[in-house]
């Protein structure tokens, strides 16, 4: 990472990390207990409704929140295999596979859904359907996580528990 660059809430630069060096970044890590999550099928799970609320509420401009719904509405696929193609259906959930829009929107409605969770836990972290889960007891990652858990499931996306790492 760049110099004069800050590499998370906590404010300090990343000098300083370079400074303390590799026992400072161990002391850092026993302090807290860590839970990753994987988010299962995240893209396949995101409800349109949910999207085009998120989108809303990110302030993003009626005439693009449109177009979006275009793109997703009425949208077929077809599977493909070595004996040959079943029959082409409708897609009425998730994001786009392969879009290179869907990174964008998926961040988009795990920024809004996470909202009133990141600010619950000290210190999380998220990366594509990743999420780091940062405490100071074992007993708080575990609430914080069913909090996670519980925002999640309501629009119907998973935490994966075979995924999740303390």
Not at 7 to 34: H, Q, Y
Not at 78 to 95: D, M, P, S, T, Y
Not at 99 to 109: D, E, N, Q, W
Request: net charge negative; hydrophobic share 40%; with cysteine.
């Amino acid at each position: 990472m760049k110099s004069g660059k800050v590499v998370g809430p906590d404010d300090i630069p990343v000098e300083v990390w370079k400074c303390l060096g590799e026992a400072a970044v161990e002391f850092l890590a026993s302090l807290f207990n860590r839970v990753l999550e994987n988010l299962e099928k995240a893209y396949d799970r995101v409800p349109r409704e949910e999207l085009w609320y998120c989108m809303r509420k990110s302030g993003v401009a009626m005439k693009y929140v449109r177009v979006v719904q275009d793109m997703h509405e009425r949208s077929r696929t077809v599977v493909r295999c070595a004996v040959g193609q079943i029959e082409e259906f409708n897609v009425e959930v998730g994001l786009h596979q392969g879009s290179a829009l869907s990174p964008f929107l998926f961040v988009m409605v795990m920024d809004q859904l996470s909202e009133e969770v990141r600010q619950e836990s000290p210190w999380t972290m998220m990366f594509a359907d990743d999420i780091v889960i940062c405490s100071e007891s074992r007993e708080q990652v575990e609430e914080n996580l069913e909090r996670w858990r519980f925002v999640l499931e309501r629009i119907g996306m998973k935490v994966s528990r075979s995924k999740t790492e303390y």
